[in-house]
Nanobody, 121 residues
Framework: QVQLVESGGGLVQPGGSLRLSCAAS????????MGWYRQAPGKQRELVAR???????DYADSVKGRFTISRDNTKNTVYLQMNSLKPEDTAVYYC???????????????WGQGTQVTVSS
């Protein structure tokens, strides 16, 4: 079983910054990829950013140049630095991990509980 614990959400003014963290724990062979998704009220969940074991990254067009995803493999933790925040960034942010459970056990897709980010003056 894999657990993802997020932290760092909150209320910030437009133009401000927040840093989200997500730590993975449990029993698994490796974490293949980690990322952040978000869901605003009345909208579908969407990818914000993700990174794989080779440190390649992928960003939604709406956050390019403002958000930076990074990963500490020694701590099984992924971070999302969010700068120049806009009201349209308001959403619940979810951490995701694609995990190799074991050498022969296959893979699993796991989600955190979500953390609220509100950008408002």
């Amino acid at each position: 079983q894999v657990q993802l614990v997020e932290s760092g959400g909150g209320l910030v003014q437009p133009g401000g910054s927040l840093r989200l963290s997500c730590a993975a724990s449990g029993t698994f062979f490796s974490i293949e990829a980690m990322g952040w998704y978000r869901q605003a009220p009345g909208k579908q969940r969407e990818l914000v950013a993700r990174t794989d074991r080779g440190a390649s990254t992928d960003y939604a067009d709406s956050v390019k140049g403002r958000f930076t995803i990074s990963r500490d493999n020694t701590k099984n933790t992924v971070y999302l630095q969010m700068n120049s925040l806009k009201p349209e960034d308001t959403a619940v942010y979810y951490c995701n991990a694609f995990v190799r459970i074991g050498v022969v056990s296959g893979y699993g897709d796991y989600w955190g509980q979500g953390t609220q980010v509100t950008v408002s003056s």
